[in-house]
């Protein structure tokens, strides 16, 4: 069965870093393209972030030129560097794996970890 789980959330100040990892398990993490996908209070979730089977990467207007998404195969993890963040990317980040093609599209996503919660102070 394969999981994926998040970590890496907590409270930092605007114009702060943080870093996400998910780490895959039960699977070959190069089977899958993975995204990052973000949920803010009484918000629908919207997609952060993608890396494709080939490392091309994928961003939302949104995050470009701020946050990096990057996996590491040997490790199985996929990670998600964010910097000069902003009070309005507070939400719970989540990391999710697809065998499709759609990698901006969140209903192209079958497999999701549980979220960890990014809190931005200004």
């Known amino acids: 069965q394969v999981q994926l789980v998040e970590s890496g959330g907590g409270v930092v100040q605007a114009g702060g870093s943080l870093r996400l990892s998910c780490v895959v398990s039960?699977?070959?993490?190069?089977?899958?393209?993975m995204g990052w996908f973000r949920q803010a209070p009484g918000l629908e979730r919207e997609f952060v972030a993608a890396?494709?089977?080939?490392?091309?990467?994928y961003y939302a207007d949104s995050v470009k030129g701020r946050f990096t998404i990057s996996r590491v195969s040997v490790n199985n993890t996929l990670y998600l560097d964010m910097n000069t963040l902003k009070p309005e990317d507070t939400a719970v980040y989540y990391c999710?794996?697809?065998?499709?093609?759609?990698?901006?599209?969140?209903?192209?996503?079958?497999?999701w970890g549980q979220g960890t919660q990014v809190t931005v102070s200004s």
């Open positions: 999710a794996a697809t065998t499709g093609w759609g990698l901006t599209r969140e209903e192209e996503y079958n497999l």
């Open positions: 039960g699977r070959t993490h190069g089977d899958f393209a």
């Open positions: 890396v494709g089977r080939s490392s091309r990467t």
